[in-house]
């Protein structure tokens, strides 16, 4: 009678696992200005160690309605909840993007702009001191459609962008990074998400793209349910601080 006990409890084990596995929300991960979806891979590379469908969004970087539009469709083919998680300028994306998308549990603000309604990435910058990228730009690139593309001083990337990363891989990231439109940097954000979706924040203190102090003021004005800081970080946490990020995202993802 034991034995059969057993047996029938492995049955319905191995039956019931994969429903439970499928009951993980799915991370959607979004990059902002300057980077790339492979700034995440060490996200990534945990997440999925611990058994998350993670999707590492392309963001086209041309603007919060365009790419909330994106990644929303994004969304809409995804089954089951989701944890939706931006950094910099891409959380000006998840801001947009999570509207009505119904099935988003949780934003997760990596170094990430949290705009609330008619407020831009540039506005944030700027409402504390600290911020040094405008004097680390590149001369603007001129779109044969009119407005600029904007990149980061490859000299000046590190620095800038990702002072607690190695040079050596600093220097990979100034090569690949991804331009966004000027016109991105000053649209003015809708309604935000994080007024009805709980949030998580995390940021460093030497960041010198996002002043700590405006980050500080974002997350207490989202009223997240965690603010991770982390003293003498860049920009760039999940590059240089994988791990804690990844951590945020699971206790996120495990919120109820």
Same mark, same amino acid.
């Given at each position: 009678m034991k034995r059969l006990f057993l047996a029938a409890a492995l049955l319905f084990a191995s039956m019931v696992a994969p429903v439970y596995a499928q009951q993980k929300p799915?991370?959607?991960?979004?990059?902002?200005?300057?980077?790339g979806s492979s700034s995440w891979n060490g996200v990534v590379?945990?997440?999925?160690?611990?058994?998350y469908h993670v999707i590492a969004a392309a963001n086209p970087l041309r603007g919060p309605g365009f790419d909330g539009s994106y990644v929303r469709e994004i969304l809409k083919s995804i089954d089951g909840p989701v944890v939706l998680v931006g950094h910099s300028y891409g959380g000006n994306v998840i801001t947009n993007a999570a509207n009505g998308a119904t099935h988003v549990k949780a934003l997760v603000?990596?170094?990430?702009? /949290?705009?609330?309604?008619?407020?831009? +990435?540039?506005?944030?910058?700027? $409402?504390f001191p600290g911020s040094t990228l405008g004097a680390a730009l590149a001369p603007a690139?001129?779109?044969?459609?009119g407005g600029k593309d904007l990149y980061i001083r490859q000299d000046k990337f590190r620095a800038q962008f990702a002072a607690d990363v190695s040079e050596k891989e600093a220097r990979l990231m100034a090569v690949t990074q991804r331009p966004i439109a000027e016109a991105a940097l000053t649209e003015a954000a809708g309604n935000p998400a994080w007024k009805k979706i709980p949030s998580w924040f995390a940021y460093g203190t030497s960041?010198?793209?996002?002043? /700590?102090?405006?980050?500080?003021?974002? +997350?207490e004005r989202a009223a997240a $349910?965690?603010?991770?800081?982390?003293?003498?970080?860049?920009?760039?946490?999940?590059?240089s601080h994988p791990e804690a990020i990844a951590k945020l995202i699971e206790r996120a993802a495990n919120s109820k």
């Open positions: 799915t991370i959607v991960l979004v990059h902002g200005a300057f980077a590379s945990r997440l999925t160690a611990k058994g603000y990596v170094s990430a702009f /949290a705009p609330d309604a008619g407020e831009s +990435a540039a506005d944030l910058a700027g $409402k690139v001129e779109l044969p459609g960041d010198r793209n996002i002043p /700590a102090a405006a980050m500080t003021f974002m +997350a $349910k965690e603010t991770v800081v982390i003293k003498g970080a860049s920009h760039v946490l999940m590059v």
